[in-house]
């Protein structure tokens, strides 16, 4: 009997992620390097990891998820407007630039430069993809493997 991915699998992928105009937003086969996935850490969506379940070593499939199920909808609240000032150490800011940023509690985060007017920055921290339906194509290479400590 073949194993199925469990809500607790960790699951190695390949995976190629498209937008509605069939563009390709990211792909491991790209580099030839599977992703590993553990379900149920919430790394992935829930959305996701539904159509994972159940899907065997050697099965491919394609599905599709709706911005709530995938990356979300932008939020108003995620972006934020800086002071140019704020970005001595930075240097110039360019508008579509990806720079990471340092929260309150020290983790960081990714922010699109989304306007520079005047003295004033506006940075989008919403994830790229959020309000984009995306396509996948995923196949399972391997369930719970054995990984090197």
């Known amino acids: 009997m073949s194993k199925s991915v469990q809500?607790?699998?960790a699951v190695l992928v390949h995976f190629t992620l498209k937008l509605d105009d069939g563009s390709t937003a990211?792909?491991?086969?790209?580099?030839?390097?599977?992703?590993?996935?553990?379900?149920?850490?919430?790394?992935?969506?829930e959305g996701l990891e539904q159509h994972l379940l159940g899907l065997k070593e050697g099965d491919k499939t394609t599905f599709s998820l709706e911005p709530d199920a995938a990356f979300g909808v932008p939020?108003?609240?995620?972006?934020?407007?800086?002071?140019?000032?704020?970005f001595i150490?930075?240097?110039?800011?360019?508008?579509?630039?990806?720079?990471?940023?340092?929260?309150?509690?020290?983790?960081?985060m990714p922010g699109v430069i989304r306007e520079?007017?005047?003295?004033?920055?506006t940075v989008d921290f919403n994830h790229p993809l959020a309000g984009r339906t995306v396509h996948f194509d995923v196949e399972v290479l391997e369930i719970d493997p054995a990984l090197e400590e």
């Open 7 to 9: 809500s607790n699998s």
């Open 26 to 45: 990211e792909s491991t086969r790209n580099n030839g390097k599977p992703a590993l996935f553990r379900l149920g850490d919430t790394s992935l969506s």
């Open 75 to 86: 939020s108003p609240d995620l972006i934020q407007y800086f002071s140019r000032r704020e």
């Open 89 to 108: 150490d930075a240097g110039e800011p360019e508008v579509g630039a990806i720079m990471l940023f340092t929260a309150m509690d020290g983790s960081e």
């Open 116 to 121: 520079v007017n005047g003295d004033s920055i």
